[in-house]
Nanobody
């Protein structure tokens, strides 16, 4: 079973930046499209961005122009650079395979945006 460990969250003021990291285990990482998701209190988990094995990316509308997803296949890591953060970005952020809807999730990393 793949293990996912997210890190890099924290408390930041509006307009600030954070860089999230996700370390994945398992032999198939390099062949899978990876994604970042987030879940705010009282809301459903939602897709933030995804990145294909070759590096093509796509973003939810709320992240376009502010977030950048990247990956290092050799390290089996995925990253999310978040700039110009807003209070509505406050959520727990998770990484996983794109389109995943099962029960295997990491602990996530909390991002809180507040003045």
């Amino acid at each position: 079973q793949v293990q996912l460990v997210e890190s890099g969250g924290g408390l930041v003021q509006p307009g600030g930046s954070l860089r999230l990291s996700c370390a994945a285990s398992g032999p198939l990482f390099s062949f899978r499209t990876m994604a970042w998701y987030r879940q705010a209190p009282g809301k459903e988990r939602e897709l933030v961005a995804h990145i294909t094995p070759g590096g093509s990316t796509a973003y939810a509308d709320f992240g376009k122009g502010r977030f950048t997803i990247s990956r290092d296949n050799a390290k089996k890591e995925v990253y999310l650079q978040m700039n110009s953060l807003k209070p509505e970005d406050t959520a727990v952020y998770y990484c996983n395979f794109a389109g995943y809807s099962g029960g295997n999730w990491g602990q996530g990393t909390q991002v809180s945006v507040s003045s």
